[in-house]
């Protein structure tokens, strides 16, 4: 696939819908800002370890959130195009509060950059919750309330 046939077919996607827009714009702020939070003061080898200022900046941990948020929204996009049924939304919900999980693990001693990544696996399972609860109330008031 040409990478024009690419650019073209995202575009396409994420254009269909305001909510992929959004998701879209939030992603790309949440991979600057854990990219940006490698440049924080870690507090956890300030006062813990004592280790003194400056510290390095920590290349392999941003790069592997970065990559794990690929994954995280190649996973949710897989998702959205593959699940045809009113149970997409539960699947990527199950998606991120995998993620949440695994991150949330580390969250005592988090260098600022994985705390960002944190926050955001929490704010989409919170999206993908309220998608949820909306997908179920929908489903609901259809179920009993729909005219015979």
Known sequence: M???EFIKAAKIYFLSQRLRIIFA??????????ITLGFS??????????IPLPHPYPVELVVILVMAMLFHLSLLVTLDVYVHSRWKFLAMLVTSVLFLLYFGMMAMHAPPSL??????TF???LLF?????????LFLLRRFFRRA
């Open 2 to 4: 040409k990478i024009n």
């Open 25 to 34: 714009i939030l992603w790309l702020l949440f991979v600057g800002l854990i």
């Open 41 to 50: 003061k870690d507090s956890y080898l300030l006062h813990v370890q004592n």
């Open 115 to 120: 705390g960002g990544m944190i926050f955001w």
């Open 123 to 125: 704010l989409s399972s």
């Open 129 to 137: 919750f309220v998608l949820c609860f909306w997908q179920a109330c």
